[in-house]
């Protein structure tokens, strides 16, 4: 009997614990809450490949530059001579013994070539990085005007101040005593400025280009207040130009630096104040070249031709087209019928025509000794406007 009674209390308690169980079962699948979201699985994403251009060794962008071009005119221009040997005056520049020789480092005087140069070199590393050339902080201009407190820059300009100026020109007139600035002389002859990159910069401060008595010409060219140097607008190992400077100041598309403009004068007189001052100088230079060969036609009696390629660039226009031909462009067609007029002129217009970046280095210097050549040799320039 107990033992009955004992199995049914356990049935009891066994229904009870059930019954709750289930109440827990139903309250919990009735509760509102809702179950937690699954986390949603991050996004792959591709990692942009970094793009790090290689830099370019000193080496690999003077191997770029003329400076290294072995086959270059330059270079080569006395292979064929006899004696195959660059002459003293121009070994300093076209030579790697030349320029070493005149900066000294050979243990020669300074300043000065001694030797002919041996055929077959360029500008090499040492020739600008050397004991001499890393002091050097001056050059004296072929004007004989100095310039001192210079930088690395100073190495440029011994190569690139050019091989005349305004005294060079009245010194070959004086020569010849003309009391008449159009009278034609067989023994005047054209005089050649060279490279003159280097000095344009400077303007009258070096008088490279020819100066005419009475006028005011642009010295320093500044930016800003600043002199920039040939080396923070070229590359010193490429010499290529470092367009990204220019644009720190001016707005251009970025790619021809002709485009600049500072000036809104319009030096040209052709209505265009957008085009850049490169476009502006073209105009009164190509004026100055028409009015250089109407003179010699009209005034000497010789018509006249230049070619920039060929040395020494004027020539006797022989079929009187006003045009270079190709039988018109040798040393024996060359110009002699000067007259100091035409000297002068035709030593600007040349000076012009060999400093690519004359338009950067000194527009105002180049726009006036253009003007002013412009009108000495008789030229229009009623509508033009000298800064």
């Given at each position: 009997?107990?033992?009955?009674?004992?199995?049914?209390?356990?049935?009891?308690?066994?229904?009870?614990?059930?019954?709750?169980?289930?109440?827990?079962?139903?309250?919990?699948?009735?509760?509102?809450?809702?179950?937690?979201?699954?986390?949603?699985?991050?996004?792959?994403?591709?990692?942009?490949?970094?793009?790090?251009?290689?830099?370019v060794?000193?080496?690999?962008?003077?191997?770029?530059?003329?400076?290294?071009?072995?086959?270059?005119?330059?270079?080569?221009?006395?292979?064929?001579?006899?004696?195959?040997?660059?002459?003293?005056?121009?070994?300093?520049?076209?030579?790697?013994?030349?320029?070493?020789?005149?900066?000294?480092?050979?243990?020669?005087?300074?300043?000065?070539?001694?030797?002919?140069?041996?055929?077959?070199?360029?500008?090499?590393?040492?020739?600008?990085?050397?004991?001499?050339?890393?002091?050097?902080?001056?050059?004296?201009?072929?004007?004989?005007?100095?310039?001192?407190?210079?930088?690395?820059?100073?190495?440029?300009?011994?190569?690139?101040?050019?091989?005349?100026?305004?005294?060079?020109?009245?010194?070959?007139?004086?020569?010849?005593?003309l009391t008449?600035?159009?009278?034609?002389?067989?023994e005047?002859?054209?005089?050649?400025?060279?490279?003159t990159?280097?000095?344009?910069?400077?303007?009258?401060?070096?008088?490279g280009?020819?100066?005419?008595?009475?006028?005011?010409?642009?010295?320093?060219?500044?930016?800003?207040?600043?002199?920039?140097?040939?080396?923070?607008?070229?590359?010193?190992?490429?010499?290529?130009?470092?367009?990204?400077?220019?644009?720190?100041?001016?707005?251009?598309?970025?790619?021809?630096?002709?485009?600049?403009?500072?000036?809104?004068?319009?030096?040209?007189?052709?209505?265009?104040?957008?085009?850049?001052?490169?476009?502006?100088?073209?105009?009164?230079?190509?004026?100055?070249?028409?009015?250089?060969?109407?003179?010699?036609?009209n005034?000497?009696?010789?018509?006249?031709?230049?070619?920039?390629?060929?040395?020494?660039?004027?020539?006797?226009?022989?079929?009187?087209?006003?045009?270079?031909?190709?039988?018109?462009?040798?040393?024996?067609?060359?110009?002699?019928?000067?007259?100091?007029?035409?000297?002068?002129?035709?030593?600007?217009?040349?000076?012009?025509?060999?400093?690519?970046?004359?338009f950067?280095?000194?527009?105002?210097?180049?726009?006036?000794?253009?003007?002013?050549?412009?009108?000495?040799?008789?030229?229009?320039?009623?509508s033009?406007?000298?800064?």
């Amino acid at each position: 009997m107990a033992t009955q009674k004992h199995s049914s209390t356990r049935r009891l308690w066994l229904t009870v614990a059930f019954l709750l169980g289930a109440a827990v079962i139903l309250v919990a699948c009735s509760s509102s809450e809702t179950p937690p979201t699954p986390a949603t699985p991050a996004p792959i994403v591709e990692c942009p490949t970094a793009s790090i251009p290689t830099p370019v060794s000193f080496d690999d962008l003077w191997k770029s530059s003329p400076h290294a071009d072995e086959k270059a005119e330059a270079f080569i221009h006395w292979d064929a001579e006899d004696p195959q040997e660059i002459p003293v005056a121009c070994a300093r520049c076209h030579s790697r013994t030349g320029l070493l020789d005149f900066l000294g480092v050979d243990g020669s005087t300074v300043g000065v070539v001694d030797t002919p140069a041996k055929i077959g070199t360029t500008i090499t590393c040492y020739v600008c990085h050397n004991e001499a050339s890393l002091i050097l902080e001056s050059v004296t201009f072929p004007s004989g005007k100095r310039i001192g407190r210079l930088g690395p820059e100073a190495r440029c300009i011994t190569c690139h101040e050019g091989r005349a100026s305004t005294e060079t020109v009245n010194d070959a007139i004086a020569k010849v005593a003309l009391t008449d600035d159009d009278s034609p002389s067989a023994e005047l002859a054209f005089v050649n400025s060279h490279s003159t990159s280097g000095a344009t910069p400077f303007g009258t401060d070096a008088q490279g280009a020819f100066e005419y008595d009475g006028k005011s010409y642009q010295g320093r060219f500044v930016r800003g207040g600043d002199f920039f140097t040939c080396i923070r607008c070229h590359d010193q190992h490429s010499l290529e130009l470092k367009v990204e400077t220019c644009g720190e100041c001016h707005t251009f598309d970025g790619v021809d630096v002709k485009n600049i403009r500072v000036n809104t004068t319009d030096f040209d007189g052709d209505g265009n104040t957008v085009e850049g001052v490169f476009y502006e100088i073209e105009q009164i230079h190509s004026d100055l070249y028409a009015a250089i060969q109407a003179y010699a036609r009209n005034v000497v009696g010789v018509p006249i031709v230049f070619n920039p390629d060929t040395h020494p660039y004027f020539f006797i226009d022989t079929n009187n087209n006003g045009l270079a031909d190709a039988e018109e462009i040798n040393s024996d067609n060359k110009y002699i019928n000067w007259t100091p007029r035409l000297l002068r002129a035709t030593y600007n217009y040349n000076y012009v025509s060999h400093d690519a970046g004359a338009f950067a280095h000194n527009s105002t210097y180049i726009l006036q000794v253009l003007y002013d050549s412009l009108v000495d040799i008789g030229g229009v320039a009623s509508s033009l406007t000298r800064p």
